[in-house]
Nanobody, 124 residues
């Protein structure tokens, strides 16, 4: 069964940090473009970051540049999103998504596999 499972969300104060994990089963993340997206209450889902399926290039939304870092551990078949200097506007449900095609570069127009999401709340 092909599955993505996110973890690591929670409640954190402004300025704090969280690390989200996206673990895959049934397929290999290391050769696929993987993205983190988020959806805040009442807003459309937006792309946060992506790591390419070849070469490991990354990209970030302007709102998170310099604060968030996406990375991949192929041995664990897991992609991470390290989030530092969190702001209340970072609050939302964070999803990871994977492109089924191999060796694609970010950004990817559409994704084939989605996790269930993990809640991130930044509040004092």
């Amino acid at each position: 069964q092909l599955q993505l499972v996110e973890s690591g969300g929670g409640l954190v104060q402004p300025g704090g940090s969280l690390r989200l994990s996206c673990a895959a089963s049934g397929f290999t993340l290391g050769v696929r473009a993987i993205a983190w997206l988020r959806q805040a209450p009442g807003k459309d889902r937006e792309g946060v970051s992506c790591i390419s399926g070849s070469g490991g290039s990354t990209n970030y939304a302007d709102s998170v540049k310099g604060r968030f870092t996406i990375s991949r551990d192929n041995a664990k078949n897991t992609v991470y999103l390290q989030m530092n200097s969190l702001k209340p506007e970072d609050t939302g449900i964070y999803y990871c998504a994977a492109d089924n095609r191999l060796f694609r570069q970010c950004p990817v127009v559409s994704y084939d596999y989605w996790g269930q999401g993990t809640q991130v709340t930044v509040s004092s």
